[in-house]
């Protein structure tokens, strides 16, 4: 657990250096978010590769993959659903429980709780040694449905804050071609998949994405295109073909191995400090509302308008978003019964509880629509001590799996053949 524990600390190191940033940067501060953004999206399409690499799919038998699916969209919408009540009903006036500008206000705001950091969770398992688990293969499939279900969903709510806008479907049938070429080409593109060659295509997917981004804001700044490169970056590593899955497992290959398992942990690391990095200053003043909202000139919106609250107060939304939030996940729990132990499906559900940079961007993307107030401060802090455990989440995962029953070992023919048939 040494390297939880490293890792732990290169994100709290990256999160208090996240708001001191401003004040440091001065006017420079915008170009120096933009490096650490490709950066860090650097560092994630890195880390998506390789779990799209070793990333495998029965289509003998899609159908499970449809019920992971239903998993990760709960997963996505529960938290989500937990936090807006919790902001419209408890942080909000009981003039406003019935007004639709304050629901899609919070609405989008409520995001934040939903993605899973798909980089920082599997960064993380993979440290802890649990790679080779039951666990990390399912934790694979639900986080990165979870997070696609996240991108899904900002649509209509960006549709909700400035109206229909052909931007966004555009994104979403993008993302509906990038997986099936996932699902037709898997594993056949014979490109170079040294960890220099990875790190290219890292870099370059992170530099098209940003691009994109960046000249659709001159076409239209209201409304830009913002492909994650999570999605991406996962779909280039299941097209690419491994070679380890072909060669002999005696092969003399382990020496190479060394220097990527080393070249992977130190660029992980580095997205540690990034996803830090990338937290707004959660004392930021709100932007005020533009003519986008359909609001006058200078207007601000029901969040930003609300009064501040208490420290204690604030330390007592802070405690139940986190709780609502991770409470959302735990629906894994009661499915997968005849797949694994009780143990390993509390794991899972626990494994989803880190949040990182896919949450912060909300937050952003809450911040420029002038959503603010309390809401957004309790939002930022509850994000950063989700962050903060992220190294007790994982220390409680590997506690759980570590109660799991091993199963007999099969002492006749018969036994042991019952044992290799898989359990669907």
């Excluded at 979870?146 to 900002?154: G, K, N, Q």
């Excluded at 990527?260 to 200053?281: H, Y």
């Excluded at 909300?362 to 802090?381: E, H, K, N, R």
Aim: glycine residues 6%; contains cysteine; hydrophobic residues 55%.
């Amino acid at each position: 657990m040494r390297k939880v524990a490293i890792y732990s600390i290169l994100l709290i190191l990256g999160l208090v250096a996240s708001q001191f940033l401003p004040a440091l940067a001065g006017d420079q501060l915008p170009r120096l978010s933009l490096v650490i953004l490709v950066l860090t999206m650097t560092a994630l399409a890195f880390i998506m590769i390789h779990v799209g690499l070793e990333f495998e799919i029965d289509k003998q038998n899609l159908r499970q993959y449809g019920w992971d699916y239903v998993v990760a969209f709960t997963a996505a919408s529960f938290p989500w659903i937990f936090c807006t009540a919790y902001f419209v009903f408890v942080m909000l006036p009981p003039e406003y429980w019935a007004t639709w500008k304050a629901w899609k206000e919070t609405l989008l705001a409520g995001r934040f709780a939903a993605p899973t950091s798909a980089g920082v969770l599997f960064s993380m398992l993979a440290a802890a040694g649990l790679a080779a688990t039951w666990l990390f293969r399912k934790a694979r499939i639900l986080a990165i449905f979870d997070d696609l279900d996240t991108v899904l969903l900002m649509i209509p709510l960006k549709m909700a804050m400035i109206g229909l806008a052909w931007q966004l479907g555009l994104i979403a049938v993008v993302m509906i071609g990038l997986l099936w070429l996932a699902y037709r080409y898997l594993h056949v593109l014979p490109l170079p998949v040294s960890w220099p060659w990875v790190l290219g295509y890292s870099a370059s997917i992170a530099l098209v994405c940003e691009g994109i981004h960046l000249a659709s804001k001159v076409i239209n700044e209201s409304v830009p295109l913002h492909l994650e490169v999570l999605l991406p970056a996962f779909v280039l590593g299941c097209m690419l073909k491994n070679p380890h899955a072909e060669a002999p497992q005696n092969a003399p290959h382990a020496g190479s191995d060394r220097g990527e398992q080393t070249a992977s942990t130190i660029i992980s690391a580095i997205f540690m400090v990034l996803v830090g990095l990338n937290m707004p200053p959660v004392f930021a003043p709100p932007a005020a509302a533009s003519a986008d909202l359909g609001e006058p000139p200078g207007a601000v919106t029901i969040t930003a308008a609300q009064p501040p609250v208490s420290w204690g107060m604030m330390a007592f939304h802070v405690a139940m978003l986190t709780i609502l939030s991770n409470l959302g996940k735990m629906f894994p729990v009661l499915c997968y019964r005849r797949e694994a132990h009780w143990r390993e499906r509390l794991a899972v559900a626990i494994g989803m509880w880190p949040r990182g940079e896919v949450g912060a961007g909300v937050l952003v993307i809450s911040l420029a629509y002038g959503i603010g107030g309390p809401i957004v401060t309790a939002a930022m802090l509850s994000l950063s001590l989700n962050l903060l455990l992220t190294g007790l989440f994982i220390l409680m995962v590997r506690r759980l799996l570590a109660g799991v029953p091993q199963p007999p070992v099969a002492t006749t023919p018969a036994d042991r053949s019952q044992q290799m048939t898989p359990v669907h």
